[in-house]
């Protein structure tokens, strides 16, 4: 199978909005470098017509006097070369106080949890702010709830899931849309040999019951969609962890939140994101 590869270059400040008008169109994922913003396709979607808006938006750039504007190039790529283009970049990355990702042909590292990953076409090695994030509220919270349960919502490589399940919860869901996502779960909880981590292909209809733990690393406004069914889904001595939120955005996702009947626990920033921790309001004296 083959993919599009968009190389965009433009200025810093527009590049997060940019990531939400691509995700909406159908991304399968992003890489970014110092200078670009890197965005993969299906083979099959119209690129042609996407890359003549961002000729456009380029246009409205240049006449509201952003100097640097905004340049596209559109390639073919194959499996194998996305293949050899994120294994020279893939590289161990130490998160919070025990975790470790790194890719399967790396040694492990004694004395740490290592989550081991290998992202194929869901492009995702835990490098991203929003990743790191939950992995670190993760670790920060583990030990002050319940683990029967937990689900992580649009899962990616399942690089949560894998790590609740070595944090200790006992039954780990890890659900997304997107098949190739959800090939690359499956591979890489055999590698990381978590037993307890059921892949399913789907949205939070495939989801029932209730968890101790939700970790939900989607894009805002979908967040906001869901939040009356992540209150639903939540064990009143559980907890929300929500990534993929520009600080801007904030506030609108709490208030949707609080709507559902959920509170706000925490607000950890990494750079331009912002994650949250989300407990149900009818618990008083939570976490301090």
């Known amino acids: 199978?083959?993919?599009?590869?968009?190389?965009?270059?433009?200025?810093?400040?527009?590049?997060?909005?940019?990531?939400?008008?691509?995700?909406?169109?159908?991304?399968?994922?992003?890489?970014?470098?110092?200078?670009?913003l890197i965005a993969y396709f299906p083979e099959?979607?119209?690129?042609?017509?996407?890359?003549?808006?961002?000729?456009?938006?380029?246009?409205?750039?240049?006449?509201?006097?952003?100097?640097q504007g905004l340049r596209v190039v559109s390639s073919l790529i194959q499996d194998?070369?996305?293949?050899?283009?994120?294994?020279?970049?893939?590289?161990?990355?130490?998160?919070?106080?025990?975790?470790?990702?790194?890719?399967?042909?790396?040694?492990?590292?004694?004395?740490?949890i290592n989550l081991i990953i290998d992202?194929?076409?869901?492009?995702?090695?835990?490098?991203?702010?929003?990743?790191?994030?939950?992995?670190?509220?993760?670790?920060?919270?583990?030990?002050k709830i319940p683990k029967e349960r937990f689900l992580d919502l649009g899962t990616g490589t399942g690089?949560?899931?894998?790590?609740?399940?070595?944090?200790?919860?006992?039954?780990?869901?890890?659900?997304?849309?997107?098949?190739?996502?959800?090939?690359?779960?499956?591979?890489?909880?055999?590698?990381?040999r978590v037993g307890n981590v059921e892949v399913r292909e789907g949205s939070m209809n495939e989801v029932s019951g209730r968890f101790d733990c939700i970790a939900a690393n989607?894009?805002?406004?979908?967040?906001?969609l869901l939040a009356p069914e992540l209150a639903s889904h939540l064990n009143p001595s559980g907890i929300v962890i929500l990534s993929g939120i520009l600080a801007e955005q904030a506030n609108e996702v709490v208030m949707e939140m609080e709507k559902a009947g959920l509170t706000e626990q925490e607000k950890y920033a990494d750079g331009k994101w912002v994650s949250l921790v989300m407990f149900k309001r009818a618990r008083l004296g939570f976490i301090h």
């Open 119 to 143: 992202p194929g076409m869901a492009f995702g090695t835990g490098h991203h702010e929003t990743t790191r994030s939950c992995l670190v509220l993760m670790e920060r919270y583990e030990g």
């Open 80 to 112: 194998q070369d996305w293949n050899e283009s994120w294994k020279k970049s893939f590289t161990p990355l130490d998160i919070g106080e025990r975790f470790t990702i790194l890719p399967p042909w790396e040694d492990r590292h004694p004395g740490r």
């Open 1 to 36: 199978m083959a993919y599009h590869e968009l190389r965009i270059t433009l200025p810093q400040a527009a590049r997060d909005s940019l990531v939400t008008v691509l995700t909406a169109k159908g991304c399968l994922g992003f890489l970014e470098d110092n200078t670009d």
């Open 44 to 67: 099959s979607f119209d690129i042609r017509t996407l890359v003549r808006e961002l000729d456009l938006m380029n246009t409205v750039l240049v006449d509201a006097g952003v100097a």
């Open 159 to 192: 690089l949560l899931a894998i790590a609740a399940s070595k944090l200790g919860f006992k039954n780990v869901l890890a659900v997304d849309t997107d098949p190739l996502a959800t090939e690359a779960a499956r591979t890489n909880a055999g590698l990381n």
């Open 218 to 224: 989607i894009i805002s406004g979908v967040l906001i």
